[in-house]
């Protein structure tokens, strides 16, 4: 019995291995930059008579945005582990509820609906342990923001 599990199992990856060779992966392509040309113009008013017309203005600019993955940039990417953050990566990654700024209103609604009870205010002194561990975005340090870092104060 396990002999044939292992055959069967082996024939599977077999072909799974002929598919991927015969072109099923391809390389993901990355977007390096995207540019934007704009311009603008305004019309000219025509002059009383005898006197010349003011002639119109043009303007063009150009914007350029560039691509970052993980704070890398997208020009910089070589292979998948640098614009991955899953199984397999070497890029190391802490998962905490504390960081997903999407929490901050439903924590907030938590605290508000919890006042009467005490336990979020205890002392005069916010207990956000008591609900999250201190995991929570309403504990992260904005002092350190300004400098793109995000740590749980």
Same mark, same amino acid.
């Given at each position: 019995m396990?002999? $044939? ?9 077999d072909? /799974?291995?002929?598919? %991927? ?6 390389? %993901?392509? %990355?977007?390096?930059?995207? $540019? /934007? ?8 008013t025509?002059g ?9 203005? $043009? ?13 890398? *940039? ?10 991955? /953050?899953?199984?397999g ?6 998962a905490n509820?504390?960081?997903? %700024?999407?929490?901050? @209103?439903s924590?907030? $609604?938590?605290? @508000?609906?919890?006042? *009467? ?7 005069g002194?916010?207990?956000? #342990? ?18 793109? /870092? #995000?740590?749980?104060?």
């Amino acid at each position: 019995m396990k002999r $044939s599990l292992k055959d069967a199992n082996t024939a599977f990856e077999d072909s /799974i291995d002929a598919l %991927v060779r015969g072109g099923l992966a391809r390389h %993901v392509a %990355v977007g390096l930059t995207h $540019s /934007i040309n704009e311009s603008s113009a305004t019309a000219g008013t025509p002059g009383a008579e005898g006197t010349s017309a003011t002639p119109g203005t $043009s303007s063009s600019s150009s914007r350029t945005y560039r691509n970052y993955l993980y704070g890398k *940039p997208g020009a910089d990417i070589s292979k998948a582990e640098d614009c991955s /953050i899953v199984r397999g990566s070497s890029l190391a990654v802490e998962a905490n509820r504390g960081y997903d %700024v999407s929490n901050s @209103q439903s924590d907030v $609604s938590l605290l @508000q609906n919890d006042l *009467p009870n005490g336990r979020c205010f205890p002392g005069g002194k916010p207990a956000a #342990m008591s609900f999250w561990g201190n995991n929570t975005p309403l504990k992260l340090d904005v002092s350190r923001s300004n400098e793109g /870092i #995000m740590t749980l104060q």
